[in-house]
């Protein structure tokens, strides 16, 4: 079955399994880098208040053999016990700034592939990058719920950018604490969890470059943000005693790399660019370009 056949087939059997009294409807979801997704979304008379349930996601499930009937029993599932939960939510709050400010934080985002969507997005444009703002909130049973930022919402709160970026960092960076990793361990967890048949002795020998170290946060989410932390690069710098490299791996982390003969600018350029195009995944990709931090000037250069 293709895709659009599938659409239609889900947006029909959940009508049904609803017995027909609530709109059912598809709408396209943007995301990072102007991905395009559809969102498959169940409208309740009464609430305005209608999550949106990812179908391309679900059509993967389906190609990979997921029943279509197993499927569509998830959605209307959700739908039928989850959504109260959704619609309890008090989002109120979110006309108030005073309530809102403490879970606001900020991504960086690659410039150019999101240029268009910036436009309506409070924004600071650094190097290639541009730093954006999102609140997250913690629901009992829906787990984080991230919302992004829009021109409208710093206009309804009558705040200046400045008073934005302020408050996301402050709490960005006390939330969201920085973890710099060596890469051999992080490996080395990776193949103890997923591959428990290999030997230890196996699992020891698998190293790659011992310099390369990891900065992301600790949840691992949007930890490129990190390198914007106010010290991070400098205490990094001091501590291995060098210029080093940072190689966007994704908007979840970056990769730091002292500087050494072995590695030119261009090699290491080539192989993000490689990276990107064949391991990480389109909405994820933050950058082409390498940058490296001058120790003695202490800043990032572009």
Known sequence: MEYNEFKKCVVESVKKELYGKEKVEIHSVLKNNAKQLDGLTVFREGHSIAPAL???????????????????????????????????MDVAFFKEY????????????????????????????TMDLAIVFYCKMSHETMGDIMIQIYNSHIKLWNIQLADLYVEAMKNTVKKMPVEIRSMNEIIGEMLLQDAAELERKDIANVRVDDNMYVLTNYLRQYGAACMFYQGVLSKFAMTVGTDFY??????????????????????????????????????DVLSDNIYLYSKKMRKILF
Do not use: W
């Open 98 to 125: 005073a309530k809102v400010r403490e879970h606001l934080y900020f991504k960086v985002v690659n410039y150019e592939k999101n240029v268009n969507n910036l436009q309506n997005l409070p924004h600071v444009r």
């Open 54 to 88: 990812c179908l391309n996601e679900y059509y993967q499930e389906y190609r990979q053999g997921c029943p279509l009937g197993n499927i569509v029993r998830e959605i209307t599932d959700f739908y039928k016990y989850g959504r109260d939960e959704a619609e309890g």
């Open 246 to 283: 940072i190689l966007p791996s994704s908007v979840h982390e970056v990769i730091l790399l002292p500087v050494r003969k072995d590695y030119t600018k261009e090699k290491l350029q080539e192989m993000v660019r490689q990276v990107n195009r064949t391991q990480v995944a389109e909405e």
